[in-house]
Nanobody, 125 residues
Framework: QVTLVESGGGLVQAGGSLRLSCATS????????TGWFRQAPGKEREFVAS????????YYSDSAKGRFTISRDNAKNTVYLQMNSLKPEDTAVYYC??????????????????WGQGTQVTVSS
């Protein structure tokens, strides 16, 4: 079992930055990859970014490319999402997720086995 705890959300003005953290615990040796997803009110959960736990391969959604950066510190078992140039449309609950294997598309929520509780990000115009 893997436990994920997000932090770092908050209220920021458009153009500002936030860094989200996802602390992992438990059987972290089983993690193949982690991802960040977000869900705005009335919308489906959408992929933001992912990173391979061991190799560091990173992938981004089109909306995140050039503005967001995913990284991980294996010594701290923590994954980060640095978000710059935030826009009001980035407002959502952001979730950290982890997967045990590579089966399934990395951008699909069902491909992930473990989820955090989410952290709210609100970007004001």
């Amino acid at each position: 079992q893997v436990t994920l705890v997000e932090s770092g959300g908050g209220l920021v003005q458009a153009g500002g930055s936030l860094r989200l953290s996802c602390a992992t615990s438990g059987r972290t040796s089983s993690i193949y990859g982690t991802g960040w997803f977000r869900q705005a009110p009335g919308k489906e959960r959408e992929f933001v970014a992912s990173i391979k736990w061991s190799g560091g391969y990173k992938y981004y959604s089109d909306s995140a490319k050039g503005r967001f950066t995913i990284s991980r510190d294996n010594a701290k078992n923590t994954v980060y999402l640095q978000m710059n140039s935030l826009k009001p449309e980035d407002t959502a609950v952001y979730y950290c997720a982890a997967r045990d294997d590579y089966y399934g598309p990395r951008a699909t929520p069902n491909s992930y086995d473990y989820w955090g509780q989410g952290t709210q990000v609100t970007v004001s115009s």
